[in-house]
């Protein structure tokens, strides 16, 4: 059984599901490990424009899989101490790997997000749940920190600090409508119509420009880690000047409305 499932759904989509439903798609290493894979052999896929991820059966992901952990790779002769620090690097690599693909990622949120569940979906660049999905950074309630898998600094970032704080250390959950209010998620929606509704915004971003796209996803995450507006916005010009200097987009754009008809751009 392969615990991660790799589609195409429609033309230049990408759907990669977690395939683990009777675990709930916990976070073990024989997931983890074909997963940070998958991510990497999709943004090498230039065919694949959006990327879709979601989670087999009732839950996205229910974080770390406390009773089957699974083997981790490359472990030989080494300490409990280096395990661990080789055990939370792999995982931290899934969540950069997902941050630096090519591609948007859409997170459809198909059911619970608990602990690195959550960090899951804080990693992907849009998010749209389903009205039974819910959110919860579980760390606190096992008497450990709520803060795993860069959640400390993703989630305050996605919600503002004060909820953030309220959030991890309650502990509680978080249903589809309040990630709604406060922005954890676009939006929710009902779960037959959670994969539709990622398809239909995924064609639509992917009906622009590449270039255009991957660019905007580039400044948008630099935009959280910039030390200042300067900064930033010296990037975000440079960014502009590429697309515009070395493609004939703006001028396919400015004709399509002159003709009422969508642009087609060739990059």
């Known amino acids: 059984m392969s615990f991660v499932l790799i589609d195409k ?5 990408t759907l990669i599901t977690l395939n683990r439903p009777e675990r709930m798609n916990a976070m073990a290493f024989d997931v983890m490990v074909p997963f940070k894979e998958a991510l990497e052999k999709v943004s090498a896929d230039n065919g694949t424009r959006v990327v879709v991820v979601t989670g087999a059966g009732r839950g996205f992901c229910s974080g770390a ?3 089957s952990p699974g083997r981790i790779p490359g472990i030989e002769g080494l300490t409990v101490s280096a395990i661990a620090l080789r055990s939370m690097e792999l995982l931290d690599d899934v969540i950069r790997a997902m941050r630096r693909m090519h591609q948007p990622v859409i997170g459809a949120v198909n059911g619970p997000a608990i602990g690195g569940g959550l960090c899951l979906a804080l990693a992907t660049d849009i998010r ?9 950074a579980a760390g606190i309630n096992n008497g450990l920190t709520a803060s795993e898998l860069g959640l ?3 989630l305050p970032r996605a919600i503002g600090s004060s909820r953030a704080f309220e959030i991890m250390l309650s502990g509680r959950d978080v249903d589809a409508a309040e990630a709604e209010r406060i922005g954890l998620v ?6 037959d119509k959670l994969l539709d509704e990622c398809y239909e915004l995924a064609e639509r971003i992917a009906a622009f420009s590449r270039p255009g ?3 905007t996803k580039r400044m948008l995450w630099s935009s959280l880690d910039a030390a200042s507006l300067t900064s930033h916005m010296d990037h975000e010009g440079l960014a502009q000047l590429f697309v515009r200097l070395t493609t004939r987009n703006f001028e396919e754009a400015i004709q399509a409305r002159k003709e009422n008809r969508p642009p087609e751009f060739k990059d």
């Open 9 to 13: 759904p429609r033309p230049h989509i």
């Open 65 to 67: 899989d406390l009773e």
């Open 128 to 136: 749209i749940a389903a009205e039974g999905a819910y959110f919860r």
């Open 152 to 154: 400390s600094y993703l």
């Open 186 to 191: 676009s939006r929710a929606v009902p779960g």
């Open 213 to 215: 796209v991957e660019l």
